[in-house]
């Protein structure tokens, strides 16, 4: 059974205590996860739209409980793809040099949220398809893993702690950090290289999606100002510059290399780099607010090193309440974007609203 039909059978709105909407046209669906299962709902029209002049019912708590078991299994079901994907495309943790290749194994086998290759094949899922998508997922779960290696040396983050276990520079040594870290980058694009070469037009679509967003203009570009801001008082466009470029434009890339492995038309891209923009955006004042607000065993890695290094944030600069209205208003704006992309966004919808439940 394909992973969406499994939430197709669970299309019954979701609980809330009156489902607001900033659009009457939204998707109740993509409200699920956010709504306690006790209260009453509004009931949506024949079109899947809220009819405000319905009156409200209580809801079924084990039907919600359904759905919600629905969609972790399909979130279940794609972590298990993404780790098939690296299983097969990593170099074996005993191949020659042994040691940097048991670092990079050690830093990806942590696990992880799996966030971007995820979004890559619920995006793929979306339109038929040209290519198998994992190879891709792979890679940019390389990427990323790369870009932890590098944040969490000391001359960055200094953070001992990754994905809930000793970062790699302190199970192994620094220089073997640099160089797993630098291995993961250039294997993510061996990955594309040799997974799509037979398909010159898609191989070039994904290699210029990642290059561009972990270049120097984006990903290493957001990470270079966000160190230059330590210690100073910056503005909000600079903040929003930070975030955008340092984290927006990976999870943007993860949409649109997986709808380039389909045969999604040209507007539909647009909105995805809309999505990713206000996606990444969120997910990155969620983690400041987390980083401000939790400790290190529940976040699975060194809880306030924002504060100990006086990086500007949108916590520090805005403070929690306003943070949090940020992170709500963009997931709001994401969710709607993506409703726009097709007719099956059940499960994408569901997981952007997933990211703000990490602040519940």
Known sequence: MET??????????????????????????????????EITFKKPGLSGELDTTSETKPFPKALYNTSRMNFDAILSSYKQRVEAALEQWLPAADARPARIHEAMRYCLEAGGK???????????????????????????????????????????DNSGLR??????????????AILAGDALLTHAFYILGKAYGSQPSVA?????????????RNLIGGQMEDILAERTTISEEQLDYIHCHKTAALITAAITMGLSLTEAAPHVLDLARALGHNLGLAYQIIDDILDATADSASLGKTAGL????????????HGLEKAREKARDLTIAAVEECEQMGDDTQFLTALI???ERRLK
């Open 163 to 176: 994905r809930g276990r000793p970062a790699c520079h302190v199970k192994f040594d620094e220089p073997t």
């Open 114 to 156: 799996r966030l971007r290759p995820v979004l890559l094949l619920a995006a793929h899922k979306l339109f038929p398809s040209r290519a198998d998508p994992e190879p891709a997922a792979a890679a940019i779960e390389c990427l990323h893993t790369y870009t932890l290696i590098h944040d969490d040396l000391p001359g960055l």
């Open 306 to 317: 924002d504060a100990d290094s006086e990086k500007n944030t949108y916590v520090r600069i």
């Open 4 to 37: 969406h039909d499994l939430l197709k059978k669970n299309k019954s709105p979701a609980p809330s205590t009156l489902i607001r909407a900033t659009d009457p046209k939204a998707n109740i669906f993509s409200y699920m996860l956010l709504i306690p299962p």
């Open 204 to 216: 070039v679509a994904l290699v210029r999606d990642l290059s561009e967003a972990a270049g120097s």
């Open 353 to 355: 609203q997933a990211q």
